[in-house]
């Protein structure tokens, strides 16, 4: 488990962002690359920008289209993969391109021209990355479908919810397997909150093992207590986790999200950890679900998450 920090006397910014501010730009090589990199700092408060302009978008949009719902759910997997993609152009800008393979996919590059440290971050962090990249992938698609439902818990709690599905058997809609794991033998989904907290979690993580990796690196660049201007972004993405409602869905308390706490002033994220301890005593459950049947034999079949199969009318 990692604990990461964003402390009040630096404005919040993480450790990442201060040691790209204040590391040597005559010793950087982004301009050295074909094409041109941009400075570091600059392509880590960018991706900053665009994933908390998502997440966002995700935590407010309503519910209940599906369409809008859809086409945010998209956007986010894509640029939380984005924003781990961006963490190997800013790795690529400390290494001088003169006398190496000329490769155009960043983390490929570094790990052809033997650069050891890529190997030190992608151990710690490749494990989560995949969650994200797998569904990045399925988005991809023209076809991937969407399936949104509301999870009820004894009768008073709804959670908006969804799951990524695939065509079964019998050509119906069910949870897809490889991306929704089992719980008690019953098929999953996710739901909103836990996603957004989640995939925070996983932005602040990608912060941390890269600044760990550089620090490891260039052990001669220590960080000063000078501030930078970092817009506070990674204060509104703790900020957007910390007030997103831990209202999960049964299996999701059990599975590892970011822990967000607020402690003297200063900001811990902790990840991964789950909310074993937040879970609510289930009683009773309910989902809310449009279930269409085919018009030309009104047959009905298929699978809903947290329940058993829904048998064929006959």
Not at 129 to 151: D, G, M, P, Q, R
């Amino acid at each position: 488990m990692s604990d990461i920090s964003l402390r009040k006397q630096f404005d919040y910014s993480s450790n990442l962002y201060r040691f790209l501010c204040q590391y040597p730009e005559n010793d950087l090589f982004y301009t050295s690359h074909n094409p041109i990199l941009e400075h570091p700092a600059d392509a880590l408060r960018k991706a900053l920008k665009n994933t908390y302009k998502v997440l966002k978008q995700l935590s407010e949009v309503d519910k209940e289209s599906y369409d809008d719902c859809k086409e945010c759910i998209r956007e986010v997997f894509n640029q939380v993969d984005s924003f781990y993609d961006i963490c190997f152009e800013i790795l690529k800008c400390f290494f001088d391109p003169s006398n190496k393979k000329n490769i155009k996919n960043n983390k490929d590059w570094l790990k052809e021209n033997k650069i050891n440290c890529v190997n030190i971050f992608t151990s710690n962090v490749d494990t989560h990355s995949k969650f994200v990249s797998e569904i990045n992938n399925l988005t991809k698609h023209n076809t991937w479908n969407f399936e949104s439902f509301t999870f009820l818990y004894n009768k008073q709690i709804a959670i908006p919810s969804f799951y990524f599905g695939t065509v079964l058997h019998d050509k119906s809609i069910g949870p897809n397997q490889d991306i929704h794991k089992k719980w008690h033998g019953f098929q999953t989904g996710f739901s909103y909150d836990f996603i957004i907290r989640k995939l925070i979690a996983h932005i602040f993580l990608y912060q941390e093992k890269l600044f760990k990796c550089l620090q490891t690196t260039f052990p001669h660049i220590k960080l000063t207590a000078e501030k930078v201007n970092e817009q506070h972004l990674n204060k509104d993405l703790f900020e957007l986790a910390f007030n997103t409602t831990i209202n999960f869905l049964p299996n999701e308390y059990e599975l590892p999200s970011g822990i967000f706490i607020k402690q003297n002033n200063n900001y811990l994220i902790q990840y991964p950890k789950n909310q074993r301890n937040k879970q609510p005593k289930l009683i009773s459950w309910e989902i809310n679900y449009n279930i269409e049947t085919n018009p030309r034999t009104n047959k009905i079949s298929g699978v809903l998450p947290y329940f058993q199969n829904i048998k064929p009318k006959q």
